[in-house]
C-alpha cells in the first residue's frame, strides 16, 4: 500500500483528495477501500491505461456555453457521470450513504446503492430523491431475500437494479486476509432484518462463500443461505428478475463481446463494463482495455456504462469517447466522503465538474455528445485479441 503524505495545502484534485483523505481511516479500513485483487495488477491498470491515450485539442471554437450535462431514465443530470455503488459508507462517516446521497442530490448527479449498504434503501433514496435510483444486486442463495430486496427498491422509487453479474465469489483480497478485516460494532447491514437469518458478508476473510468454493463439504449447507450464489445463468436469472419486478435490470461486471451479446438476448437494460475496481480477478483485462470490445458488440441496442480506475474527468472524456454512456466513480466519493462527509463528497464532485468543463473547452466540444473517437489517439497499440 502507498505511504500517503501529509494533507496538500490545498485540494485541487482527486490524488489531493485521496491523499488528505485514506491516512484518517484506520490501517485495515484504509487497506479494505483502496485494495484490490491477488497482487493488484489489475488495479494498477484500471487508472494507468487511461495515460496510453491522448486528447486532440480543438482551437478556434467557440466554446463559451459548454453542456455537461447527460440524461438517464428520462431525467438530465449535471454530469454523464455517477457513485458507483460501494459498501459500507459507515465507515467513513455516521451518516454512511445518506451523507452521499445528500451529495448526490445537492449537486444532480445519479447514485448508485450497494446491497451492503449501512443505511436501510428508503433513508437513502428519502436523502437522495431523484438521485438515488440504482440499487446494485447480489443474488443470494435464498432467493427470498433477494426478491424481498428488489421489491423495497422498486416500492421505494428507483428506477433499476445493477445485478453485480461478475461475483460468484468474493476474490483473493491479500490486504482484508492479512488484516482480518471485520466490520467494526456500531456498523450494521441497512438493508437486512435480523427476521431474514445471518447475510453473509463476502468480503470478509471468514466468508462462508469463499469457504465453500474449496470445501466440498460445505456447499450443501449453505443452499437456501444467505450467501451469493454462484449457480446464476442470464437464461434463469433475468427472467426471473423481470417476473419480480418493472425496474430495468442492468448487468454490472460485464467485460467481454460474448458476455454483451449473452446480456443483450436474454433482455438487459443496460450493459454495464465493470471489474469490480480490480478486486475480483487480477491480470483480467483494465475496464478501458475493455470498453471498447463491449461497444462494438452492443451495437447501440442498449447503452454501454462503465466504472473504473476513474480518478480524473479526463479519464471520463476518454472513455465516453471510447463510448460510454455513462460513467461511474467509485473510490472517488469514499475519499470525499472520509476526507468531509458529505462535504467533501461536494468537493470531489466540484473538482470533476470544473475539470470536465475544462477539458470539453480545450477539445472544442460543446456537448457531451460531441465526445467521439475522433477526440483521441491511443500512444501504441498494448492489447490485441488471439
Known amino acids: ?16 483528495l485521496e491523499n488528505a483523505a485514506l491516512p484518517r481511516a484506520s490501517k485495515s479500513v484504509r487497506e479494505y477501500w483502496a485494495g484490490g485483487a491477488s497482487e493488484e495488477k489489475t488495479l494498477a491498470e484500471n487508472s494507468s491505461v487511461f495515460d496510453e491515450y491522448r486528447i486532440r485539442t480543438r482551437v478556434m471554437v467557440d ?18 457521470i455517477g457513485f458507483a455503488p460501494s459498501a459500507f459508507h ?17 449537486h444532480n448527479w445519479a447514485m448508485g446503492l450497494s446491497s451492503y449498504s449501512t443505511k436501510p434503501l428508503e433513508d437513502v ?69 435480523a427476521d ?58 460485464v467485460a467481454t463481446a460474448e458476455d454483451t451479446e449473452a446480456a443483450i438476448a436474454a433482455g438487459v437494460d443496460v450493459v454495464w463494463v465493470s471489474n469490480h475496481g480490480g478486486r475480483q480477478l487480477d491480470s483480467t483485462l483494465a475496464t478501458l482495455d475493455s470498453l471498447p470490445e463491449v461497444v462494438a458488440a452492443a451495437r447501440g441496442r442498449v447503452p454501454v456504462h462503465f466504472d473504473g480506475g476513474v480518478r480524473r474527468a479526463s ?3 476518454k472513455a465516453l469517447a471510447l463510448g460510454a454512456d455513462f460513467v461511474w466513480v467509485g473510490r472517488p466519493v469514499l475519499y470525499g466522503l472520509l476526507y468531509d462527509g458529505q462535504n467533501g463528497v461536494e468537493l470531489m464532485q466540484t473538482i470533476f465538474e470544473t ?9 472544442g ?4 455528445k460531441e465526445i467521439d473517437s475522433r477526440r483521441l489517439v491511443r500512444k501504441g497499440l498494448r492489447i490485441e485479441k488471439l
Open 1 to 16: 500500500m502507498a505511504n500517503y503524505k501529509s494533507p496538500p495545502a490545498k485540494i485541487i484534485s482527486i490524488k489531493d
Open 63 to 80: 466554446v463559451s456555453q459548454i453542456d455537461t450535462s447527460a440524461t438517464l431514465f428520462g431525467r438530465k443530470y449535471r454530469l454523464p
Open 90 to 106: 459507515q465507515l467513513a462517516t455516521d451518516d454512511g450513504e445518506v451523507a452521499t446521497a445528500r451529495a448526490a442530490k445537492a
Open 125 to 193: 433514496k428519502l436523502a437522495g430523491g431523484d438521485s438515488a435510483q440504482v440499487l446494485q444486486l447480489y443474488v443470494f442463495q435464498n432467493r427470498k431475500t433477494t426478491e424481498d430486496l428488489v421489491r423495497r427498491a422498486e416500492k421505494a422509487g428507483y428506477k433499476a437494479i445493477a445485478l453485480t453479474v461478475d461475483t460468484p465469489v468474493i476474490g483473493i483480497r491479500p490486504a482484508d486476509i492479512y488484516n482480518d478485516f471485520k466490520l467494526p460494532p456500531h456498523v450494521k447491514l441497512g438493508n437486512f432484518g
Open 196 to 253: 431474514q437469518g445471518p447475510i453473509d458478508n463476502p468480503t470478509s476473510p471468514q466468508s462462508e462463500t469463499r469457504d465453500a468454493v474449496t470445501d466440498e463439504s460445505k456447499r450443501e449447507d449453505l443452499k437456501n443461505t444467505n450467501t451469493l450464489d454462484p449457480s446464476l445463468t442470464w437464461e434463469e436469472t433475468i427472467p426471473w428478475l423481470r417476473s419480480i419486478t418493472s425496474m430495468q435490470i442492468w448487468a454490472k461486471g
Open 315 to 317: 479519464d471520463v472524456f
Open 355 to 363: 475539470e470536465l468543463a475544462n477539458i470539453m473547452m480545450f477539445a
Open 365 to 368: 466540444t460543446t456537448s457531451i
